[in-house]
Nanobody, 127 residues
Framework: QVQVVESGGGLVQAGDSLRLSCVAS????????MGWFRQAPGKQREFVAA????????WYSDSVKGRFIISRDNSKNAVYLQMDSLKPEDTAGYYC????????????????????WGQGTQVTVSS
């Protein structure tokens, strides 16, 4: 089992920055892909960004590309989401996800590609 815990959410103004953290613990050996999703009230959970641990390949949704950066710290089993130029439409609960399985044919922009999820951290961007 792998446990993931997010932190770093908060209330900011439009244009500000936030950095979310996600730490994985437990049987993390071989954790292959870690990602971030978000869910706004009344909306479905959507993909934000993901990273393939082995070669640090990254994927981003079009809505955050150029503003958000996903990165990692191997020594801490942590992945980060640096969010710049925040907009009110970025307001959502942000969830970290992980899987130990990597298949080249799998779409890691999809929720069902991940096996482990955190409880989420709230990001609110005021206009």
């Amino acid at each position: 089992q792998v446990q993931v815990v997010e932190s770093g959410g908060g209330l900011v103004q439009a244009g500000d920055s936030l950095r979310l953290s996600c730490v994985a613990s437990g049987r993390t050996l071989g954790t292959s892909v870690m990602g971030w999703f978000r869910q706004a009230p009344g909306k479905q959970r959507e993909f934000v960004a993901a990273m393939f641990w082995r070669n640090i390949s990254t994927w981003y949704s079009d809505s955050v590309k150029g503003r958000f950066i996903i990165s990692r710290d191997n020594s801490k089993n942590a992945v980060y989401l640096q969010m710049d130029s925040l907009k009110p439409e970025d307001t959502a609960g942000y969830y970290c996800a992980a899987t130990q399985l990597y298949y080249s044919s799998r779409n890691y922009r999809e929720i069902n590609a991940y096996d482990y999820w955190g409880q989420g951290t709230q990001v609110t961007v005021s206009s």
